[in-house]
């Protein structure tokens, strides 16, 4: 197998260091020395391993990406940008032939698939890429469609913590209490229990310190109505580490599928998990 | 719809005591007064919510059951006998012309299935009448089927406590690792950590006193490689109520089954949970 090159975008951000930090430690890879940035960055470039990465304004990447691609050879792009830029980082993919991994929550979906369908490329795009977790929403999403009812009259109470500055609820928990309410299960968004306070997490949690800063903690409980039985499902992540290994497989996924010729589809995490 | 005529078999035992309890405060059903026994029952009767039982011993029974039928008219069986018994007592109600529910981990399946589809009765029969639990293990046969290695590098820890008397591991505390064993996780069923001391379910598990002699509790964890990534499964059971819940769910999916017309098939708990 011959080695993959990857650009990883986002640089220097936390996610997109993790994930090219993991690159140029793994002899299946080569990580290609540009990255497209956003226009809050000041730099114009970034260490990784050793390896000095250049970084490119969007207003930039037009005139000097079919330079990059001419030295570099054929390579695959990871994109980790704002939720503003999905979309026209996809466009952008797309118009210069460049297969990608996008871990995204934003963006306008339809069109975002639409322009890859068109397209002459492959991409795999997923709002986690934490496979374990993804295959876990698999589960429950299969549990609703296939035995709905299943928790009728239990009682739901959903707790998860992230660090401070997460605003929003979890989209994960939410998605889960949409399975919850097709087994049956009478319960809103508005009731999961949102922590945010690094002392409660340390105290209550028992939340490591060195990952108040990152992580994501998920707590699932269903008590029968006779009180007899409990069901109890629980997912912690800490730091980024899940995600940036995420990446690293759906990565290897597309390079097969670019391999064998596979154009203008988008593809899943469950895609990945598959392996199909 | 019509009364739903049952005959409760395995009295005075204590699952069945409890299903027929049940089936004498539901409306939708009516409890036969007669009961089919094993050996070791000294008693001729018992009383079920005030309804006076008639036991019948095994040697009775071919010669006993025409006349029930033509007094009760037609009616489910519900069987919770002895393993050994499993074989012989299909065959009698197969016999017979009676459609059954039964719960059990004993006898021969192959011989079981060939004996319902042979005869012109249909039957749900299962190992667990748990239909929760029956759901969750169907998610991670799923999960198991579809996503190979998806917990690659994980370590699991699976505990399970239960009332003193049972003396061997869990069927499905084992039936869970060998789903966990596809996912990718090297475990094996004799590292299961079993708990039969009182003093240790009441210490470490906070199990209450009075479920000390009848109950199941399961945790299952996931540890990554990298330490950062923790799933938990937890699945407790107090007494045996959800057993006999489903039991009534049972016996509802096969009452629907017989009235249009069903022969010659045997229905598991997967079949009540989808309700297809």
């Known amino acids: 197998m011959s080695t993959i090159n990857v650009m990883v975008n986002g640089l220097p951000g936390n996610l997109a260091r993790l994930v090219a930090g993991h690159l140029s430690k793994d002899g299946r890879f ?5 990255s497209l940035t956003g226009p809050e960055i000041q730099e114009t470039g970034c260490s990784v391993s050793n390896i000095s990465v250049q970084l490119i304004q969007a207003d930039q990447r037009d005139s000097q990406i079919e330079q990059i691609k001419q ?9 980790f940008t704002h939720p503003s830029a999905v979309n026209s980082n996809a466009e952008f993919y797309c118009r210069f032939g460049l297969p990608f991994v996008m871990g995204t929550t934003g963006g306008d979906c339809q069109k975002l698939e639409a322009t890859v369908v068109s397209s002459s490329i492959a991409a795999v795009i997923a709002p986690n890429m934490a496979k374990q977790i993804v295959g876990f929403q698999a589960m429950m999403e299969y549990a609703a469609d296939n035995f709905p009812g299943l928790f009728r009259g239990y009682t739901l109470n959903v707790k998860e913590s992230h660090q401070r500055g997460k605003a929003d609820t979890s989209g994960t928990a939410k998605a889960m209490v949409g399975y919850f309410n097709k087994l049956g299960v009478a319960f809103s968004t508005e009731d999961i229990v949102k922590v945010r306070e690094p002392e409660d997490q340390k ?6 310190d060195e990952y108040l800063s990152g992580h994501g903690w998920h707590t699932y409980t269903l008590v029968s109505e006779d009180q007899t039985v409990r069901f109890e499902f629980t997912h912690n992540v800490n730091g980024r580490e899940v995600y940036a290994r995420g990446t690293v497989d759906a990565l290897l996924y597309l390079f097969e599928k670019v391999q064998t010729g596979t154009r203008g589809k988008m593809f899943t995490m469950i895609d990945v998990l598959k392996n199909i």
Not at 71 to 79: E, I, N, P, R, W
Not at 203 to 208: L, M
């Open 30 to 34: 080569k990580l290609v020395p540009y």
């Open 71 to 79: 030295s570099q050879g054929a390579f695959l792009s990871v994109d």
């Open 203 to 208: 105290a209550q949690w028992g939340i490591p």
